[in-house]
DNA sequence: GATGAATGAGGTTTCATTCAT
DNA sequence: GATGAATGAAACCTCATTCAT
């Protein structure tokens, strides 16, 4: 129906017939338990011996429900970025004015952050990740859909005379999203959030999550709105 | 003499003495080996047997210059940060007003993103790890110089007056180096060049970097510089 | 139910779940050829890679079965001190008297020395081991119950008069058990084996143990039995 | 001159002559670290490039003076040995009664037990050497003079009438130096000594040595003196 | 469907010894 | 005499994957 399923359905299953056959709760339990190794050892440390261990499962099933490591990663991301993705959805499908949306999509970063931390760090994996073929289809996976609501929104925001008219889409939603993503990471990954210390001199779990909304959105705000006059 | 290589400090030395008697082609091409080793394969997946035998030396001195494979990683860090450090240290050392400097910066991203790509992808590397007590270490080195500077910059351009007067200064430093991380990050890392390319629909290296500074610069002016009417 | 085992037990279980699953005959092939390994080549320069192919089995699947090479140590001397106790206890928990359990106990070590000679030597590699925290551990679980044993016996005999009464029954029990250990290792471990040649002028294999038991015992006897009359 | 140093040539030479030619202050600073990182390491754990960094010398000089890490190790062994000999032999030197002399070697164990620590952890550190040939060897240069020197001592003791007339001098020489050897270990190596306080509740430099003395004293004495009335 | 025993290549690290200077 | 850079075999340990049951 959406977006957002179209383009991540260009990942095709990376699972076995056998895992549909599972019942739902073996299906969450291994993809969380997966998302959970993953995101706090890394995909190479992490060891799918000792996840199929936590399911409560035999390494021999874990291998009857995915070829291989990489299958049961990319699984795992893809029932991340399904939830991550769906709470954009229902932000970008309102006819709010772009504005609003940016302000809803900061909030919603805010808020919804510890309980997606680990999916969040899934994407901070592979946004290091060297394996370049792979990382091309993941990001496109990841990004386009994010990327297209965000372009449209602008474009149409220009079109109407929200923002300033002398804007590129395109780079203005790569730069909006630059800042989205790297508060998320902020929020959620140790080296980011150690870094939004240093630079704010508080923890970001202590942070005034308001002080950190208002600025951001009045840092976007004018930046999307106002026109330099005529330099030079 | 200047603050960064204070911070630098921060992180001891992490080679063996026998490193420093070296010659110093040697030191240089066992980093530059070790940074594209690191850099290409990731701190996992990177192999010292290897980075010895591409520089010719047995795995045995290898160790008789580094206790462990993360001091070989760090060092080599080390060398990519003093690197990095310099040139932003010559830019934020000038007297010029916060917007110019930021010009410069983002230019100084573009045009030595070729040239340094390898030390971009190292920062990338760690802003992954899940070593904490290590993330800790370098976040703190990497980012404690910088952040000084932005902040500084910003505060005194608060007070001149020439930005805008509702601004918090660090989180606006952290929003701005959010914008140029990012940037570094899409000129060198492969999800995020990749992810430039949706954005953009070309690729990084094909782009006119011209259309990407001036963008830039006129998203971070307005946002540095107007400051809303009134806020209904 | 009798008091060594207890002790036995301090030493927690150093081997995996996977080991329990193990065959029986597989589980004893293992701990011999550990016992074997590990007394004829020293901890150190035992490897547990031929030990494991000695096995028939794989150097993976025996850290399936042994986290550490000082974890199948541990167990190999487990199962040496299991068998050497048992010999103990059956000769302790009698009714005899001290000096008649003391000759039991020589000839036991005379006449078993061959068969368990392996078992004996891990004894004399611990006590030259450096690794202070294990020795502490290992002594307790080795020497607290044979020490018990022989403490209790020689105080009830102090009790009933069969011994001298200005013995310390700690002291003499600590005399005895040099004098057995010792005595032990000359039938077994290298050093000691020569050391009894060159005192006796007679290898320990071609020794008339009766000899050997008959002149210890009297010795002990009359160390036990005979108190000094006037010190002068 | 003294019988001691006959036995100790039995042991060739094993350091080179450019040893010879070093200062005596480099021998000994050579040998007694050799001494110390031996006895607390282990033979095996011991790392020659560790002692020649720790003597100030290169580890080339130091494989000019000794042409492998054994010979190393013997040469150290050798000057301990030499030490401990010259107590011994000033000992047994004199015309005293057997049980004198005993009473004086148990007294020097006890006393000199800290200063000659490392000493004595040699031994027991061949004790447990699994190199059978190298073994015999050293068992024959350390225990030779010291049983003839006991047995001689206990054979002129007999025909004196000094001791029991049917005690057999050879065993009883091996019995009484058993408990003289366990008695040092058990003030010098960590095995031993936490025995040592597993049977007497007392950690051995805590202990009042006169206790020791007196007790093992009498239990020698009467072991050597009194005979079996006559048994069955 | 489900198990988990079994594999073995491959990685990091150590250290006795050599040798050119 | 003296240096210390250099070697490389060998040890311990990990883990993705297979397969017989």
């Given at each position: 129906?959406?977006?957002?399923?179209?383009?991540?359905?260009?990942?095709?299953?990376?699972?076995?017939?056998?895992?549909?056959?599972?019942?739902?709760?073996?299906?969450?339990?291994?993809?969380?338990?997966?998302?959970?190794?993953?995101?706090?050892?890394?995909?190479?440390?992490?060891?799918?011996?000792?996840?199929?261990?936590?399911?409560?499962?035999?390494?021999?099933?874990?291998?009857?429900?995915?070829?291989?490591?990489?299958?049961?990663?990319?699984?795992?991301?893809?029932?991340?970025?399904?939830?991550?993705?769906?709470?954009?959805?229902?932000?970008?499908?309102?006819?709010?004015?772009?504005?609003?949306?940016?302000?809803?999509?900061?909030?919603?970063?805010?808020?919804?952050?510890?309980?997606?931390?680990?999916?969040?760090?899934?994407?901070?994996?592979?946004?290091?990740?060297?394996?370049?073929?792979?990382?091309?289809?993941?990001?496109?996976?990841?990004?386009?859909?994010?990327?297209?609501?965000?372009?449209?929104?602008?474009?149409?925001?220009?079109?109407?005379?929200?923002?300033?008219?002398?804007?590129?889409?395109?780079?203005?939603?790569?730069?909006?999203?630059?800042?989205?993503?790297?508060?998320?990471?902020?929020?959620?990954?140790?080296?980011?959030?150690?870094?939004?210390?240093?630079?704010?001199?508080?923890?970001?779990?202590?942070?005034?999550?308001?002080?950190?909304?208002?600025?951001?959105?009045?840092?976007?705000?004018?930046a999307f709105t106002y026109e330099?006059?005529?330099?030079?």
């Open positions: 129906m959406c977006n957002t399923t179209k383009f991540i359905k260009m990942l095709e299953k990376r699972y076995k017939e056998a895992f549909e056959r599972a019942s739902e709760e073996r299906q969450e339990l291994i993809l969380e338990t997966g998302i959970e190794e993953f995101s706090s050892k890394g995909y190479e440390k992490a060891n799918i011996n000792v996840i199929a261990k936590k399911c409560g499962i035999s390494i021999g099933l874990m291998y009857k429900y995915f070829s291989t490591k990489e299958d049961l990663f990319i699984t795992c991301l893809q029932r991340g970025m399904k939830i991550l993705d769906d709470i954009l959805d229902d932000i970008m499908a309102s006819d709010d004015k772009i504005l609003v949306k940016t302000e809803k999509v900061i909030r919603a970063t805010c808020f919804h952050s510890k309980k997606n931390a680990n999916y969040i760090k899934l994407y901070n994996e592979i946004a290091a990740s060297k394996n370049k073929e792979m990382v091309d289809i993941l990001a496109t996976a990841i990004e386009e859909s994010t990327s297209q609501k965000y372009i449209t929104s602008i474009t149409q925001a220009l079109e109407k005379g929200d923002v300033r008219s002398d804007l590129d889409p395109k780079l203005f939603a790569f730069f909006l999203d630059n800042l989205l993503t790297t508060l998320q990471f902020s929020y959620t990954c140790d080296y980011y959030r150690k870094r939004f210390e240093i630079y704010t001199g508080i923890d970001v779990n202590q942070m005034d999550d308001e002080q950190v909304v208002s600025q951001l959105l009045s840092f976007i705000e004018s330099k006059k005529k330099q030079q």
